[in-house]
């Protein structure tokens, strides 16, 4: 490009120009503001179903001496949470196993599977 090429831009291509670049960054912004929406939704959606689950264990479900299988009517309540519970941690592993969540969210839902999966209830079930 020669110089006088570069003055024979008219004030059109400039004001042309300038809005391309005022739409691109207002793009993705609302782009940038779209993905965080959809991060919250999801993560609060995740949320919402691990305490629905974790409200219908029993109170001593952590307890080390917790014995699952001693309450006849505990343990069909008990087992349908149990796995209610693994379905979700397995969709949490899927969607981290194909790249569809942020380390942000995954590292705190891997370590409190590891921490319940460590507790005797979750490994009897």
């Keep these: ?6 003055c024979s831009i008219s004030i059109g291509d400039l004001v042309t120009f300038a809005t391309a670049v005022i739409a691109g960054f207002a ?23 691990y305490q629905d689950i974790i409200l219908q264990f029993p109170e001593r479900i952590n307890e080390v001496d917790y014995a699952l299988l001693a309450n006849k009517g505990e343990y069909e309540k008990t087992m349908r949470a ?22 942000i969210i995954w590292k705190p839902w891997q370590s409190g599977m ?10 009897t079930a």
Excluded: P
């Design 27 to 49: 793009l993705w912004s609302q782009i940038k503001g779209v993905n965080q929406q959809l991060f919250i939704q999801n993560y609060s959606e995740y949320t919402k179903r």
């Design 114 to 123: 590891l921490f319940a999966f460590s507790k005797t209830a979750f490994g």
């Design 1 to 6: 490009m020669n110089i006088q090429s570069l």
């Design 82 to 103: 149990m796995r209610q519970y693994f379905d979700l941690c397995f969709e949490e592993y899927f969607l981290n196993k194909h790249n569809k969540l942020d380390t």
